[in-house]
């Protein structure tokens, strides 16, 4: 390794030479392992046989001319040099091989990828073979097995089972072994208990030896008995009871567990808990405040009001009244705040553009407060009293308030006044009793009182030169010096660990410079294996720290330093410690700016520890002191000799810390005892660092060498936020993630979707849903979204599959789109999705004879308008079916928006009939209630308007009666039942009385009227109905028709989330005579997760959504309900105790507490997917890495292949956390993931198109996207904070819009280059050595715009930017909405010896079919450059071009352009091999019929020749893009928007012959 005195020069010069070694070595590898001669294995031969296939197939097609026609290996040069491999083709441009591994080794010699070698069926490794043992261990099989023990020789054995120690293969594979041969062929043998002074087995069993009723179970050895094999193990105390003394009347077995929880044990007993959770409404009037615009400051003013507020509460609350658990601010000034999907919308729509100054705001907040009790709990309203007391108590006192909330450190709040503090009596409480066993509960022990430390002496006594002593340290001038731990550390049993000699291991080597990070001051590398920590400072603050780059968690973490001191110069009076060496170990994901607490606090760098070791000295004493412990145990030592050379070691060796020293030319001496660590440290994975203490000496200097002894390979640590530090901060880059569990197989049964050709990915939910309809007859649901689909359910809800956009749509105007009707034929449903503007809209309905699966047009209101197919148009849009629950009756009855007119049907919806009603019908109807309890011959109708309700006999409605009049308030919903013996009949509605939810939700908010008794058919034709008005609130009543006792209330669609999504449950007590209504749901403040399933949305995103949409009840099950809005679809199986979340299952349930649902986990769809996905993208270093753009939550990870999905984007300290959408990615590495995106989500589609700055930004993460950083400077922005003044779109800010990223290692000293949505191209260059350093060098890094040659100087938007053929290529689209920028519009070539492109675009011929007065290109979305040079474009009919946008090809270069197939929407087009992929959206009607122009899922074989569609996939007018699945290219995904992802078989190839 060179040796330079500049820690700078040495990184020079050591590059280049590691960069020479790591070739040779690989080139040496291939040789040594492979062989250039192996015989072709049957995968090979298999591989050959089929690309022969492939090539004869296709050669016309690939236009060859060669002469021989041979196939061979040859280099493919398109797919450039990171990525090139070599293909057994016919190719007469490049040089062929015989070999696959002569082709890499001679075409991509040097390619540090190694991606061609990796693509051998046997890829060898990357490094030499190696001698001696291997670093693994295996069980040694041909030995007998008492005296068989574990063996690393090479070579291993195949298929057998390896370990990363030899004490873990120990312990798996010679578990039992009586001998205990493998444990004493250990280097360091433990005992079988290393921490106990008997001797224990690693299993329990029965103790025959003693009466069964007075006996249990052991682990004591040696056993009681000959043979192991003699009597059963189990693996704990527990489970040996539970079997071998299963009945146990005296259990004797189970109360000698360590902690025994049977009832009849002594001290156990059985006793009631009562816990009581009050939410508190409360107001405070604030007057004089500023209330601020930018998202971060609203975010901590809203931080500031609630800590505050949680501080005076407390301090009030007594031991009577609980403990407060949590403040929420609801809404300040009467703008709700949200907690939600983007940053701007967390503090939702304060809408001011500036800053304000209100002289009165109102805060409304909610207090939780929780009270548990086990005895003399008195009841509710003795809670509500307390509670009541104690939150006013500290709220009422207006000053004190006024004076926290000033003193809060908030700007915002320091010239507030409080005008006044009200607090709500009537709170909401919720109270359960849980009854427990355990033991009884007693007060604490008193804990004994605590010992001053011993003050040290001021001079040490002397000791023999070589032997430890506890002597105590000498007192520093001019004032003592305290301990700061216990002089006697407390007693234990000595450790059964390793000797004190150091054990020999070969994995034995010096740490360098590269592999540590550093902060503080005076850290220098003269050479790669010296570290230098120096000051000529006596400032606290002037001293440095070293640690590890990586962790290590090997049973035996073992490392050494050997430093050398020189020793300050002071004059004879002076007597000083010097500044002192702490080596240590501390947890995983420590970095160095956390370690720099100076002398005062070093308690606080030792908290932060697992582990340390100290030596000092003093200045004119000779001796050398030692100092060692962990979080429970300091020991310290000392020696009379002083050393400014010496050699320190600290080990964990089987969760116990040992300390050594060793003097120059002398053997490790071990310092005082062994030092076993805490339970919740064992097994954690640690770093290795050292540091000094500054002590006020003028100056210090330590070289430093360490050596690594043991401790396995290097692991990961996670990246974080840079930290406070007392020095400068930095964060270094360390490429690497956590290891993953496994993900958890599916527990759910998916044979109702398993004949479908493609799979639904994703995570579940995600978009707007509504129309929820459950059918009485079977287990079919339907629900829709507002992105144009309709999604069925064969198996209640448990799995969905969407409905071809060519049978049936669902319409986006969810507040009119009605759920699927049901009739008494169980297979023939009906629907119509329409808009209420039936003027302008042509709405047909439909009706399916399959269940939903195919779909035909039917008249229902008996419109004598037609569309352009002859389908009838509807005068009227229906609204609620209400078909009969007598099967097969044929009858069904529809109500339509706006009037009070019905239809009727007797044919299952065949064929309609107006009724002709009696009573003014141009009042909206509210509901009806079809009541057939009494049998055909005496079915009667309930229907209520606005304005009444009336009622008929079946057949008879010109005989309707009014039995209700509404006056001076209105209905807005009705529901009725009867029981199912029919005695008991219930009507209910919803008036629109607004002073039910007075000041906090609009005028749709009414009293619950009810309706409930024992009355017969007959009785009611000519009863006098009187309705009885409750004091609950809502507006949507729902029931079942066939249970008069329960009913369900919600808010309506304009409610806010904190009451929008409640559901209130009414059941009829028969003690009341009358409903009571009780609170069953709601999404926020958030549903306890017993109650509610949780999903990645809400989790990881938020539940902030407004009130329902629809909400349905199942019509013959009143247990069966649910309800959906913008984000969640919600249902309960049991009547509202228990919520599901259907559309996503938990894929992470079996690595996680109980199934706990937490978030940054990952889901499998459950096919209800609604999600906008743009691009899908596999990381090329590691294809299980898969990333997903996605509107509104940022993007999706997958681990797994594209199986199963996890939101991320790191957590909200994260910057890319607050974006809206991930617009693009590319990848550096295995671990290093560039992304860009920003907060104007759906781009191409609609105004999302036009000319946007936004607030976003280029982003990297090198954890695989655990956690997220930006990319080089921010520069100055010359926007306002709305980020929507596009006329702002220039400047050298990059917090703005991006679209597209390109990374090339190759170029530059890596270069990495971004598309803008209003500003053009920008990059940075020299990131492949600056990604070896720190966050903050990356991020002090400038971007240079390159914009030379692309178009104008002003608005310029870059979807595109690719490398294809070793060049660099760009798409510039037109300027929306202006399109002004026609001629500079197209495909960009990259000169980088210039830095300008070059516009590829000559003469764009007029295809024939297009209009003259149309033009051309107005808005490209996508272009690639295929294997042989074409240029591909595609471009969307926007701008009134109709029908003139396409797929375009060049095949010279740009010179010119011909369209070759029309195409209405794509919005991608990618060249995979000779297949072109053209993607977008296909125009469907409503009711399935294509509209104009054509589109959907096309691809091309030859050249572009003919094109064939994929219409097996349902989703053909969503479509945005598609990829092909790196693990096995027979298949792809498609990505959707508003539909998720789709993954299944890649459609055939079609070769048309001209």
Known sequence: RPSSTSWTASRANYYPTMKIFTIFSFL????????????????????????????????????????????????????????????????CDSPSYSTELACCKSAYAGQVSGYCISMLPSPPTTSPTETGGLNIYYADYDTAWDQAYCINTRPLPSGRPTYSSMLACCKADYRGQISGKCISMLPSPPTLSPTNSEHEAEFWYPVYEIPWDQSGCSNKLPLPYKNINDRPRYSTQESCCASAYSGQVSMTCVCDLPSPTTLGCPGIIEYTVTTTTATISSTLSLGDITIPSDPTEKTALVESLESTIMAIVMASLGADAGTLLEIIILSIGGQPVRRGLLLRRRLNDFHTQTRQTSRSNTIAFQMIVKHECSKNCGNSNTVRDAVYAGVSKGLSDTSAVQHALQRSGNVHLQTGTVQGVWVDQDMDIKRKTKTTVGPLRTSPPTPPPTQPPTQPPTAPPTSSPTAISSTNEPSQQPSSQVSLYPSSPPSYEPSFGPSYEPSSVPSTFDVISDEWMFDGNGVSFPSETEVVLQSESNGNSQFGVAITKHAFNENDVDFQVDYIQTSSDYGSEDNWYESQLYIFFAEEGTYPETLLQTDNDIGKFLNLTVGYLKSKVFTTLDHTWFSCGTAEISQSSSISTKHLELGLRIRRFNNT??????????????????????????????????RVKKEYNAHHNFSVRTTKIAGGPPLPIPTKAPTTSPTETRTWIVPGTVSRDPVCPTTLDRSSVSSYSYEVRGIGGGGAMS????????????????????????????????????????????????PVGYTSNSSIVLHASCH???????????????????????????????????????????????????????????????????????????????????????????????????????????????????????????????????????????????????????????????????????????????????????????????????????????????????????????????????????????????????????????????????????????????????????????????????????????GGDNWQSPFTEYADGCNTNNGERVGGRRWRSTGLEMTSVRWLKFNPYHTDYAYASVADIRML????????????????????????????????????????????????????????????????????????????????????????????????????????????????????????????????????????????????????????????????????????????????????????????????????????????KGTVNHHPSIGAEFGLWAYPTSFDVDQYGNLWLADIETNWNYLASGIWKSTDNGETFNRIQQFTHP????????????????????????????????????????????????????????????????????????????????????????
């Open 836 to 1134: 209420e503007n039936v003027a302008d809209r042509n709405c047909v309905a439909q009706r399916s004879l399959d269940s939903g699966v195919t779909w035909s047009p039917i008249n229902i209101t008996g419109g004598t308008r037609q569309d352009s197919e002859g389908n009838p148009v509807l005068d009227e849009i229906p609204m609620s079916w209400y078909g009969s629950l007598t099967q097969n009756s044929g009858i069904i009855y529809c109500t339509v928006f706006g009037s009070g007119n019905i239809y009727k049907s007797s044919d299952d919806g065949l064929n309609w009939t107006r009724l002709s009603l009696p009573f003014n019908s141009t009042n909206p109807a509210v509901g009806l209630y079809f009541d057939e309890s009494a049998g055909s011959a005496a079915r009667y109708i309930y229907f209520a308007t606005s304005r009444a309700i009336y009622m008929w006999k079946e057949g008879f409605e010109g005989d309707a009666r009014e039995v209700y009049v509404s006056d001076p308030n209105l209905l807005q919903s009705f529901a009725g039942a009867r029981t199912e013996d029919s005695t008991v009949l219930m009507l209910s509605f919803v008036d629109n009385n607004a002073t039910a939810c007075e000041g906090d939700v609009d005028v749709t908010c009414g009293y619950v009227h009810t309706f409930h008794q024992t009355i017969d058919i007959a009785t009611a034709e000519n009863f006098n109905f009187s309705f009885t008005k409750t004091p609950q609130r809502g507006f949507r009543v729902e029931s079942s028709r066939t249970d008069s006792d329960r009913l369900y209330i919600t808010g309506a669609r304009g409610w806010p989330s904190s009451t929008g999504t409640k559901v209130w449950v009414g059941l009829y007590e028969n003690d009341q005579s009358s409903f009571v209504f009780t609170l069953k749901f709601q999404q926020y403040p958030l549903w306890d997760s017993d109650k509610l399933e949780y999903s990645a949305v809400g989790i990881d995103v938020g539940y902030w959504d407004g009130g329902y949409y629809t909400y349905a009840v199942k019509p013959n099950d009143s247990l069966v309900a649910g309800g959906s809005g913008n984000f969640f679809l919600h249902v309960t199986r049991n």
């Open 657 to 690: 810390i040992y300390t050594y020293y060793k003097v120059p030319d002398g053997e490790w001496e071990d310092i005082e005892e062994p030092m076993p660590l805490a339970q919740s440290m064992h097994d954690v994975p640690v770093q290795f660092g050292f």
């Open 1197 to 1400: 990870r997958s681990d797994d292949g594209g199986n199963t999905f996890e939101i991320t984007g790191g957590d909200n300290t994260d910057p890319l956390f607050n974006l809206n959408t991930v617009y693009d990615y590319d990848f550096a590495g295995v671990h290093t993931v560039f992304a860009v995106g920003g907060n104007f989500h759906d781009w191409p589609h609609g105004w999302y198109k036009n000319l946007r700055r936004g607030a976003g930004g280029v982003f990297v993460s090198f954890n695989s996207g655990d956690n997220w950083h930006r990319v080089g400077q921010l520069g100055s922005s010359n926007c306002d904070d709305s980020f929507l003044n596009v006329d702002c779109a220039l400047g050298d800010d990059m917090v703005r819009q991006i679209l597209a990223v390109h990374w090339d290692e190759n170029v530059g000293g890596g270069t990495l280059y971004v598309g803008t949505q209003s500003a053009g191209v920008a990059r940075i260059e020299g990131l492949n050595d600056i990604m070896a350093t720190t966050i903050e060098q990356m991020q002090d890094l400038q971007w240079e715009w390159i914009n030379d040659g692309l178009g104008t100087e002003i608005e310029r938007i870059i979807p595109e930017i690719k490398e294809r053929n070793g060049a660099l290529y760009c798409l510039l689209t037109g300027n929306a909405p202006h399109f002004n920028n026609n001629q500079y519009v197209g495909i960009y070539l990259f000169d980088h010896s210039s830095s300008s492109w070059s516009l590829k």
């Open 1467 to 1554: 919005y991608q087009i990618t060249c995979v091999g000779d297949r072109i992929y053209a993607s977008g959206a296909r125009s469907i009607s409503h009711i399935g019929n294509a509209g104009w122009g054509d589109g959907g899922a096309m691809y091309s074989d030859d050249g572009g020749a003919s094109w064939q569609k994929n219409e097996v996939i349902p989703l053909l007018s969503n479509l945005n893009s598609v990829v092909v699945d790196p693990a096995d290219d027979t298949k792809v995904f498609y990505t959707f928007f508003g539909g998720g992802m789709m993954w299944g078989p890649r459609p055939p190839i079609v070769i048309t012959r001209k």
């Open 28 to 91: 040496v590898s291939i040789v040594d392992i492979t062989g250039a001669d192996a015989p072709p294995t049957s995968f090979e031969k298999a591989r050959e046989e089929y690309y022969k296939r492939i090539t004869l197939s296709n050669n016309n097609e690939r236009k060859l001319s060669c002469t021989t026609g041979a196939v061979a290996w040859h280099p493919d040069y398109a797919a450039g040099w990171t990525s090139g491999y070599c293909r057994h083709t016919v190719d």
């Open 771 to 818: 129309g929820l309809s459950i059918s009485p007859w079977n287990s079919l649901w339907f629900v829709g979204t507002d992105m144009g689909t309709l999604f069925r359910s064969t198996d209640a809800g448990k799995l969905w599959y969407p409905v071809s956009h060519y049978e049936a749509k669902y319409h986006s105007r969810l507040i009119v789109s009605i």
